[in-house]
């Protein structure tokens, strides 16, 4: 019976030392479990306050430039009768007669937003004769209109002098694209 005794420890031993390692092991592993789950919360928590933070920016930016929004706005909203007449005070300022051959409107962009207006694309085809130094002082004026506008193409062509003798003139084209959101009618 000792020996039966004798035979029977080593295996409680071994059974107490796995249910041990086991306890040990699920305790690690809930433990590891609380902190996945404590950085996945601290993770979140972190990426609602940025979010917050980015929109209270968002809004303090919003506010203080109120005031430039609504000068882009009026600019912006400049009308077709206005653009034309801009371009003619152009060429009274360089000392030439622009001559407004062609107006027409784009197809509208869309907004991204239905906040936010359409813009209309006008496209005008500009002429002009004179001294070189006129045109291209016209051309300069042009290029910086109080609206949002680009010259796209750009043509300066020498005319020669007339039989009569006189001096040779140049003449001057140019393509210009405005933006605006004011309402074209066809």
Known sequence: MHNLQAAYVP???????LIAWGTVGYFAWSVSGAEAARVSRQTALAEEAARFESD??????????????????RIARTDLLSIVEVIEMVGEDAGVRLEIL????????????????????????????????????????????????EIYQMQF?????????SASGWRFVARIRVLTTADISS
Do not use: C, K, Y
Request: charged share 20%.
């Open 102 to 149: 062609q107006v027409a409107a784009g197809d509208p962009i869309s907004a991204a937003s239905p906040d936010v207006p359409t813009i209309r694309p006008v496209n005008a085809v500009v002429e002009a004769q004179g001294a070189f130094g006129r045109l291209v002082h016209a051309a300069a004026l042009l290029q910086v209109l109080p609206f949002p506008s």
């Open 56 to 73: 209270l920016r968002m809004h303090a930016i919003a506010r203080e430039t109120r005031e430039e929004r609504d000068a882009l706005d």
């Open 11 to 17: 295996w409680l031993i071994l059974a107490f030392a």
């Open 157 to 165: 062509e020498r005319i020669p002098p007339e039989a009569g003798g």
